[in-house]
């Protein structure tokens, strides 16, 4: 990773010594920061178990999650396209992640892919080539959105059900080892009314901040977050997953 020493916090911070959505609205957008702050939930419960040896970050952008995994690494590599709409100063090389990787076989042992299969045109393929450079034993984590709005346009392609998710690690030779919702209906139009409300001139900012502080605060709550869960059989708000590579 290039020019460590000038990273900073961007759509991830650390409060109470948890990973969270930034409430920086120049990082996170209110009426996006239930979603950033389901998926920072996530890598904070699951990097500690799997981050670790050489770690490749792809489209990565400002590399958000580095502080969550750095002490836990020995090496980050970061990679993402020039189309990327965040600066590029860490990155350690500029890809089409539609191509194949220009990385050798078998160097990584872990990848993380956040918020990024959505944006590629060849996704199967690009599992496959994580697959190729991961390690045997080693780990892939993503996530990605589904019940969810036209995001970085143009460069938003596909929603995916855990069963193409399930397809690909198959197709690839990853065994996956959870794969699991990121929230149900109640996360799903919590988000669809903070992002139409962020739009209200004036107030609309606060509205959306106060529809997601409500919603995560109602979502703790055990018989709501029993009705979250078995929504998003049927209407998932995001997936993430962890998959692994067999040992050989």
């Not at 750095?70 to 993402?80: A, L, N, Q």
């Not at 969810?148 to 690839?172: K, N, S, V």
């Not at 107030?203 to 929504?231: D, E, M, N, Y």
Request: hydrophobic share 40%; net charge neutral.
């Amino acid at each position: 990773m290039r020019n460590i020493q000038a990273w900073r916090p961007s759509k991830f911070v650390y409060r109470q010594g948890r990973l969270r959505a930034s409430p920086d609205p120049a990082e996170v957008a209110p009426g996006s920061r239930l979603m950033a702050g389901r998926i920072a939930e996530f890598y904070h419960q699951r990097l500690p178990t799997y981050a670790r040896g050489e770690l490749l970050d792809l489209g990565c952008g400002q590399v958000p999650l580095f502080q969550s995994y750095r002490e836990r690494v020995s090496g980050v590599t970061c990679i993402d396209w020039q189309h990327c709409r965040h600066e590029h100063c860490h990155l350690d090389q500029e890809w089409d992640l539609n191509q194949p990787l220009p990385v050798a076989d078998a160097q990584f042992d872990t990848v993380i892919l956040s918020d990024v299969l959505e944006h590629v045109t060849e996704p199967q393929q690009l599992i496959a080539e994580i697959a190729r450079v991961l390690k045997p034993e080693g780990h892939l984590l993503l996530n990605v959105p589904f019940f969810y709005c036209i995001h970085e346009r143009p460069h938003d392609y596909y929603r995916y059900t855990e069963f193409a998710l399930r397809r690909f690690m198959l197709q690839a030779g990853l065994t996956v080892e959870e794969l699991t919702p990121l929230g149900g209906s109640l996360e799903v139009m919590a988000d669809m009314l903070a992002k139409h409300l962020q739009f209200i001139p004036l107030v609309g900012s606060l509205l959306a901040s106060c529809v997601v502080w409500i919603t995560q605060a109602l979502c703790g709550l055990t018989p709501l977050k029993r009705f979250s869960g078995k929504s998003a059989e049927a209407f998932p708000y995001g997936y993430a997953l962890v998959a692994r590579k067999p040992a050989s």
